[in-house]
């Protein structure tokens, strides 16, 4: 008969995996990538709206954060979800966790319709 309670006994008796309680509480924040440049980074701009304490007058603080992109699927103008993660170099303490929506492709650049009128404009 098994008993639910009892480890199996392949699994070593103090070797449990690791939970999200065991390694602490993990920010997540949502920010921009506003560059992509280098080889898997990508700097973040997270905005915060406070309150002014004496004035009691919103300021908008910015934040940028160097984030760990493995793939390089970051693009300039996405909104993405980032994790707080070891240090994995100097400046980066941050991992890309999810793309929440990608940027805006600008549409290809139109030709100005007035340069194509019959009737140009005559200088006064």
């Known amino acids: ?16 995996e690791p939970t ?12 921009t990538v506003t560059s992509n440049h280098m080889d898997k980074t990508a700097t973040v701009t ?5 309150r002014d304490r004496r004035f009691h007058k919103f300021l908008t603080r ?3 954060y160097h984030v760990h992109d493995e793939h390089n ?25 999810s ?9 290809p650049h139109a030709p100005h319709a007035r340069a194509h009128t019959d009737n140009p404009q005559v200088e006064k």
């Open 1 to 16: 008969m098994s008993d639910p309670t009892v480890a199996p006994a392949s699994a070593p008796a103090g070797a449990t």
């Open 20 to 31: 999200a309680d065991q390694r602490g509480s993990r920010r997540v924040i949502v920010g």
């Open 46 to 50: 997270v905005i915060r709206r406070v």
């Open 62 to 64: 910015r934040m940028k």
């Open 73 to 97: 699927t970051a693009k300039v103008g996405d909104l993405v979800e980032i994790v707080e993660s070891r240090p994995i170099s100097k400046t980066k303490r941050w991992r890309l966790l």
């Open 99 to 107: 793309t929440l929506s990608r940027a805006v492709e600008p549409e």
